[in-house]
């Protein structure tokens, strides 16, 4: 299904340096998303990277976190006991030696991790000044390291992330009563919180030539049907009509394809339950494209109240 029965080039607002998010006009493969869908970029940053241990430890996924905390808290518990063993174990009330240095080796790892964490069995304790000092260091260590791993749970779970669902696929189909045709995708709030001043913006990316011929990266603000709303309790579907001012316009799904086109949102509102604004970006290509095709409402009325199914938010029914 062809968006016109006729083709022509793109005569609207230009696709201007001023359009461009930040990616600039060298990426021209057409292969490789500028923007994932979970809202991240799609560049992979290789040398020259300054480590921050804060930032790292706060940004990094959930399971490497848990990994790393692990690691540590076994590796300096390790030491611990290894120094414990170089004094020996003589100097531990209660720690009778197991003949293997294997065995030996866990008695005074399980003293430091009682030490480290403060439990204190009572089972085993320090005898002489060495020890004494070892332990008091182990317990200080042990103090500051859940401190400072409270604090890192504590970042990790105020940071302010919008609960903002895509649509898996962006619709072309006709728009109300008119001769033109609309592209429309559908967002929807995940969570039961109030986001306020809701705002959107869509950008358009394709691959072109210049006037060397050489590949270059065009951008260009997409106009919408409805840029903000000021309360987000239902679905949303973004709309932007294919008018003279589209680059959209007499195109069809062969020529679009050959654009190599990318469709990249931005989505910023203020979250009440944070108390700040809130962002969330995906994208969509040509695959993720549907041409004569309509989103399901995904709301209606029962017993008093409006049910918003959200399992509906991909649901497309035939156009009629």
């Not at 990616?23 to 021209?28: K, L, M, V």
């Not at 619709?171 to 039961?192: A, G, L, W």
């Not at 679009?256 to 969330?280: I, K, R």
Request: glycine share 8%; with cysteine; hydrophobic share 45%.
């Amino acid at each position: 299904m062809k968006l016109k029965d006729i083709t022509s080039s793109f005569s609207g607002r230009s696709a201007s340096p001023e359009n461009d998010l930040g990616f600039g006009s060298g990426i021209t493969s057409g292969e490789d998303r500028l923007i994932n869908r979970d809202g991240s970029y799609n560049i992979l940053r290789r040398g020259g990277k300054a480590w921050r241990p804060y930032q790292a430890l706060v940004e990094m996924s959930w399971l490497r976190f848990f990994a790393l905390i692990t690691a540590i808290y076994i590796v300096v518990n390790s030491g611990f006991a290894l120094i414990y063993l170089t004094i020996g174990l003589e100097y531990l009330s209660g720690a009778e030696p197991t003949g293997s240095p294997a065995g030996d080796f866990f008695v005074a790892f399980f003293f430091s991790v009682q030490t480290f964490t403060t439990v204190g069995y009572g089972a085993i304790s320090p005898t002489g000044i060495a020890a004494n000092i070892i332990a008091s260091i182990d317990a200080l260590v042990g103090l500051m390291g859940f401190a400072l791993a409270t604090g890192l749970f504590f970042a990790r779970f105020a940071q302010p992330q919008s609960s903002i669902l895509f649509s898996k696929k962006a619709v072309v189909r006709p728009y109300k009563d008119t001769p033109y045709e609309s592209f429309q995708f559908q967002i929807v709030n995940q969570r039961n919180n109030k986001l306020i001043n809701l705002s959107a913006k869509v950008s358009m990316s394709w691959v072109d030539k210049d006037e060397k011929g050489q590949k270059v990266r065009r951008f260009t603000l997409l106009e919408l049907e409805r840029d903000k709303v000021l309360l987000f309790p239902l679905n949303w579907v973004l709309v932007h009509i294919i008018d003279k001012d589209s680059p959209l316009w007499q195109k069809t799904p062969e020529e679009l394809q050959a654009m190599c086109p990318e469709f990249l949102v931005l989505l910023q509102g203020y979250d009440e339950t944070f108390a700040q604004d809130v962002h969330a970006n995906s994208s969509y290509i040509f695959k993720d494209l549907v041409w004569g095709k309509k989103f399901r409402r995904m709301y209606f009325p029962e017993e008093g109240h409006t049910v918003l199914e959200l399992d509906w938010i991909d649901e497309l029914e035939e156009e009629v």
